[in-house]
C-alpha cells in the first residue's frame, strides 16, 4: 500500500501544473491506442479499395484515404504501435549499457576514464544519421536490427551524462565513508551511487525516447524503418507527400501523431525534471 501510495502523490507531482496535465493525457492516450489499435481500428490497415482513394475525411473515413485507398486513420493509429515499441526498447537499452559504463567509468577514473571518454568522444563527432544507415543497409532491415542499432548509438551520449553525474556525486562524504567501511565496488554502485543518480537517468530517459522517436521516423521516411506494409509514420509521410496539394490529410495525420507524442514525452520530461529537482538546462545530454 505505502509503493502504491507514494506513486500516487509521484503522479499527482507530476501533473501539477496545466501543461504536465496536457502532456499526460496525450501520452496516454497514444499509449492506449497502441495497446489496443488491433481492437479499435475501423479497416484493416492494408486493405486497399481502388474505387476510395485520395478520399476526404467523412464519416466513413474520418481521415480520408491514401493513395492506395486504405483508410488513413487505421494506419495513423496502427503507425503508434511500430514507433513505440521500437523506441522504448530501444531507449531502454540505451539508458541500460550508457548507464552502467557511465557510472563505472566515472567511479573508476584514471587512465580507465581518460580512454573511454576519448573514443566516447571520437563515436560523438561522427554523424549517427551515416552509421545508422550504413549499419541497417549492411544487416538488414527488421525490428531486431532497429532497436539494437538505435539503442547502440543513443547510449554512447547517455555514457557521457551518468559519468558526469557520478563524478559529482562520488565527491560526497557517504561514498568515502562507504569506501572505508570496506564495501565492495558493486555495493557502493548499487546502494550508494545509482539512488543519488537515478534522477538524471530518469529525465536523460524521457528525452532521449522523444528524440529516438524522431530518428526512427527519419529512418522510416528514407526507406530504413519497419517493412511495408507495416503502417509507421515516417513511411506514411514519405509516401503520401507527392499527394500534398491533392491530399494533405494523407501527410496531416501522421505528422500531428508523431509530433503529439514528441510533445508530449517533452512536457512529461521536463515536469519530471522538475519533480525530481534537476535543472534541465544544465544537465541536457550531448
Same mark, same amino acid.
Request: glycine letters at 8%; aromatic letters at 12%; proline letters at 4%.
Given at each position: 500500500?505505502?509503493?502504491?501510495?507514494?506513486?500516487?502523490?509521484?503522479?499527482?507531482?507530476?501533473?501539477?501544473?496545466? *501543461?504536465?496535465?496536457?502532456?499526460?493525457?496525450?501520452?496516454? @492516450?497514444?499509449?492506449?491506442?497502441?495497446?489496443?489499435?488491433?481492437?479499435?481500428?475501423?479497416?484493416?490497415?492494408?486493405? @486497399?479499395?481502388?474505387?476510395?482513394?485520395?478520399?476526404? &475525411?467523412?464519416?466513413?473515413?474520418?481521415?480520408?484515404?491514401?493513395?492506395?485507398?486504405?483508410?488513413? $486513420?487505421? !494506419? @495513423?493509429?496502427?503507425?503508434?504501435?511500430?514507433?513505440?515499441?521500437?523506441?522504448?526498447?530501444?531507449?531502454?537499452?540505451?539508458?541500460?549499457?550508457? *548507464?552502467?559504463?557511465? %557510472?563505472?567509468?566515472?567511479?573508476?577514473?584514471?587512465?580507465?576514464?581518460?580512454?573511454?571518454?576519448?573514443?566516447?568522444?571520437?563515436?560523438?563527432?561522427? &554523424?549517427?544519421?551515416?552509421?545508422?544507415?550504413?549499419?541497417? +543497409?549492411?544487416?538488414?532491415?527488421?525490428?531486431?536490427?532497429?532497436?539494437?542499432? $538505435?539503442?547502440?548509438?543513443?547510449?554512447?551520449?547517455?555514457?557521457?551524462?551518468?559519468?558526469?553525474?557520478?563524478?559529482?556525486?562520488?565527491?560526497?562524504?557517504?561514498?568515502?565513508?562507504?569506501?572505508? !567501511?570496506?564495501?565492495?565496488?558493486?555495493?557502493?554502485?548499487?546502494?550508494?551511487?545509482?539512488?543519488?543518480?537515478?534522477?538524471?537517468? $530518469?529525465?536523460?530517459?524521457?528525452? !532521449?525516447?522523444?528524440?529516438?522517436?524522431?530518428?526512427?521516423? *527519419?529512418?522510416?521516411?528514407?526507406?530504413?524503418?519497419?517493412?511495408?506494409?507495416?503502417?509507421?509514420?515516417?513511411?506514411?509521410?514519405?509516401? @503520401?507527400?507527392?499527394?500534398?496539394?491533392?491530399?494533405?490529410?494523407?501527410?496531416?495525420? &501522421?505528422? %500531428?501523431? $508523431?509530433? *503529439?507524442?514528441?510533445? +508530449?514525452?517533452? %512536457?512529461? +520530461?521536463?515536469?519530471?525534471?522538475?519533480?525530481?529537482?534537476?535543472?534541465?538546462?544544465?544537465?541536457? &545530454?550531448?
Amino acid at each position: 500500500m505505502s509503493q502504491i501510495k507514494l506513486f500516487m502523490d509521484f503522479f499527482k507531482q507530476l501533473s501539477a501544473t496545466p *501543461s504536465a496535465k496536457v502532456g499526460l493525457i496525450l501520452f496516454i @492516450t497514444h499509449i492506449v491506442l497502441a495497446c489496443f489499435a488491433t481492437y479499435i481500428i475501423p479497416y484493416d490497415y492494408g486493405q @486497399t479499395d481502388s474505387f476510395n482513394i485520395l478520399k476526404g &475525411p467523412s464519416l466513413e473515413h474520418w481521415f480520408g484515404t491514401d493513395q492506395l485507398g486504405r483508410d488513413i $486513420l487505421s !494506419r @495513423t493509429i496502427m503507425g503508434g504501435r511500430a514507433a513505440l515499441m521500437i523506441t522504448f526498447a530501444g531507449s531502454f537499452i540505451a539508458i541500460l549499457w550508457g *548507464s552502467c559504463l557511465g %557510472i563505472i567509468t566515472g567511479f573508476v577514473g584514471g587512465r580507465f576514464d581518460e580512454v573511454v571518454m576519448r573514443f566516447i568522444d571520437a563515436l560523438l563527432s561522427i &554523424p549517427w544519421i551515416l552509421f545508422l544507415l550504413l549499419i541497417i +543497409s549492411v544487416i538488414g532491415q527488421s525490428d531486431a536490427t532497429l532497436i539494437l542499432t $538505435l539503442g547502440f548509438f543513443y547510449g554512447i551520449a547517455v555514457i557521457r551524462v551518468v559519468r558526469g553525474a557520478t563524478l559529482d556525486v562520488i565527491t560526497h562524504d557517504y561514498i568515502l565513508a562507504a569506501r572505508l !567501511r570496506g564495501e565492495r565496488t558493486s555495493a557502493i554502485i548499487r546502494y550508494e551511487i545509482l539512488p543519488n543518480i537515478m534522477n538524471v537517468i $530518469l529525465v536523460d530517459g524521457a528525452m !532521449r525516447w522523444s528524440w529516438m522517436l524522431l530518428i526512427f521516423s *527519419s529512418l522510416s521516411f528514407l526507406g530504413f524503418g519497419v517493412n511495408p506494409p507495416t503502417p509507421d509514420w515516417g513511411l506514411m509521410i514519405a509516401d @503520401t507527400r507527392g499527394f500534398m496539394s491533392v491530399a494533405p490529410w494523407a501527410t496531416l495525420a &501522421p505528422l %500531428i501523431a $508523431l509530433s *503529439s507524442l514528441i510533445f +508530449s514525452i517533452n %512536457i512529461i +520530461s521536463d515536469a519530471l525534471s522538475k519533480v525530481v529537482g534537476l535543472n534541465r538546462d544544465n544537465s541536457s &545530454p550531448v
